[in-house]
């Protein structure tokens, strides 16, 4: 059982997809591929969006 409560783990989730759509609002493939910090902020979220919803801490 998670020591939190599992909205809380949905609402994680949430917020980091949120931020994925606000970093690669109006880009396109070849801006994201031009971009090594973005990719590698967007590695760490999709990290962050599988430790979340596995039940582990972040």
């Not at 967007?42 to 582990?56: F, T, W």
């Amino acid at each position: 059982m998670p020591s939190r409560n599992y909205h809380l783990f949905l609402e994680d989730i949430v917020i980091a997809c949120e931020k994925v759509m606000v970093y690669t609002h109006g880009m396109d493939y070849s801006d994201w591929a031009q971009d090594e910090l973005l990719r590698e902020l967007l590695g760490y979220s999709d990290e962050k969006i599988a430790a979340l919803r596995e039940g582990g801490a972040v």
